[in-house]
């Protein structure tokens, strides 16, 4: 066992060692906004496979190492041969179906979805063997939905988007369990699901289809003051569920969308203002929030109350430095909920600070890389349903990681692709789907219409 905790030890600088590399070979990818290359498209892909594979490899071998029990040993094993093959597969899919220029995004992905595994199966098995079933579901939605039902994906069917969001913010109401002091989880043949996950991508959609091609629009005050309606609406419905995580999502992904749409800052900027004003009022009308901030303000004060998820976040990720403690050396089971609000504290405490800014980096990667199809893209619907996507990216990520680090007052969200949590999972890997999607539908209208004019 000793040799064992050497190997571990050891294992630190070789996992973020493989880190750097893959995500120095990964930022290759992000033209215009990086200037090297690194080598050929195929290349580079199969070297960020053999990091995958490494990182998968070494993590399962750790945790299962580790286990004492032999059937625990075994369901580890298993886990992680499924998750191996999904990744490998699903990478193999992409680049018989010439998804080439696509597959970083899906590398970065895989690159937060294993880490966030291995992570998971330290930290509670039966959560992490929960997780694999949302991976298989998340990338079968994503590889199969956005072709075969792309006919469900246009501007015209704005009102089934509305619909469907409708549905996902009244659900709660009426079969919601409450959890935390939120009514945010409904419970389906033992299964349960997050409304407002689904909800998400339905009000990106919706926005879309809304703001399709605004510049020619006749009724642009019209499709303003729908959409207001339809925002308030949806927060007044978060509000009273008490899920002030959601309402702050959706809100400031609406301001983003509003803003590619009209083109000016003035109504985003009274926006953020009439945000600002809610939030006050927010501090005031419900308690739990004005614990957070106080939590946020000063978590010293105490420690043992109010102050101790702040604090053990905050331990665990300055304690053991860049390289961290090793995979199963440390205490990530001290920090309250850190399989889902905390799990980037809980991986900075076992994989070292350098593991975390490569996470974010990943983050950047795969938000950077939604922005450039965006860009790409001729067709105004695509590119502003792509630009919600990366927006509600972007907002998750700013909003868990700043909380976690006590930049901001902590708000109850998934981090994505790590956090613990099936429908933000399969909705996430989703979303990858769709902007591959349109990615490699854009490329092919290209070609049709260059065709023509040749």
């Known amino acids: 066992m000793a040799y064992f905790n050497l190997m571990i030890l050891l294992s630190r600088y070789i996992f973020a060692g493989f880190g750097f590399l893959f995500i120095i070979v990964a930022f290759s990818f992000m033209k215009p906004f990086v200037s090297y290359s690194l080598g050929k ?227 985003p900027a009274m926006g953020i203002i009439m945000g600002g004003i809610g939030s006050t009022i927010g501090y005031f009308l419900f308690s739990h929030v004005r614990v957070r901030v106080q939590a946020f303000l000063d978590p010293w004060q105490d420690i043992s109350g109010t102050g101790y998820q702040v604090v053990q976040g905050l331990f665990a990720i300055g304690t053991w430095g860049w390289f961290g403690s090793g995979l199963t050396r440390g205490i990530p089971n001290k920090i309250p909920f850190s399989a889902n609000d905390y799990i980037f504290a809980a991986l900075c405490e076992e994989f070292g600070n350098l593991m975390g800014i490569i996470i974010l980096l990943c983050y950047l990667g795969i938000i950077l890389q939604c922005i450039y199809i965006a860009l790409r893209q001729k067709n105004e619907f695509y590119r502003l349903i792509i630009m919600g996507i990366a927006t509600l990216f972007a907002l998750q990520t700013v909003i868990i990681v700043g909380g976690v680090l006590k930049l901001i007052p902590l708000t109850g969200i998934t981090a994505p692709f790590l956090s613990a949590g099936g429908s933000s999972m399969v909705v996430s890997i989703g979303m990858i789907g769709l902007v591959t999607y349109f990615s490699y539908r854009s490329k092919d209208e290209a070609i049709e219409e260059e065709g023509l004019n040749g």
């Open 41 to 267: 498209t195929n290349e580079k892909n199969k070297f960020l496979y053999l990091c995958l594979v490494f990182f998968h490899l070494g993590g399962v071998s750790i945790i299962a190492g580790k286990q004492t029990d032999i059937s625990i040993q075994i369901a580890i094993v298993i886990n992680g041969l499924i998750v191996f093959a999904l990744i490998t597969l699903t990478l193999w899919l992409l680049k018989v179906w010439k998804r080439q220029e696509e597959m970083i995004l899906w590398n970065l992905m895989f690159f937060l979805i294993d880490i966030g595994y291995i992570m998971l199966e330290r930290l509670n098995h039966n959560l992490a063997s929960k997780q694999v079933i949302a991976y298989v579901i998340g990338v079968g939605v994503a590889l199969i939905f956005p072709s075969v039902f792309a006919i469900l994906i246009r501007p015209k069917n704005k009102y089934l988007y509305l619909f469907i969001l409708m549905v996902m913010v009244i659900l709660p109401f009426a079969f919601g369990n409450r959890v935390l002091g939120a009514i945010n989880w409904i419970e389906i043949g033992g299964m349960s699901i997050q409304p407002s996950e689904i909800g998400k991508i339905a009000l990106v959609l919706f926005l879309a289809a809304l703001f399709n091609d605004f510049d020619n629009q006749k009724n642009k005050v019209k499709a303003i003051v729908g959409s207001i309606a339809v925002l308030m609406v949806v927060l007044i419905c978060f509000v009273l569920q008490r899920d002030l995580g959601a309402a702050l999502l959706y809100y400031l992904t609406f301001l983003m969308i509003l803003f590619m749409a009209v083109k000016s800052f003035i109504l």
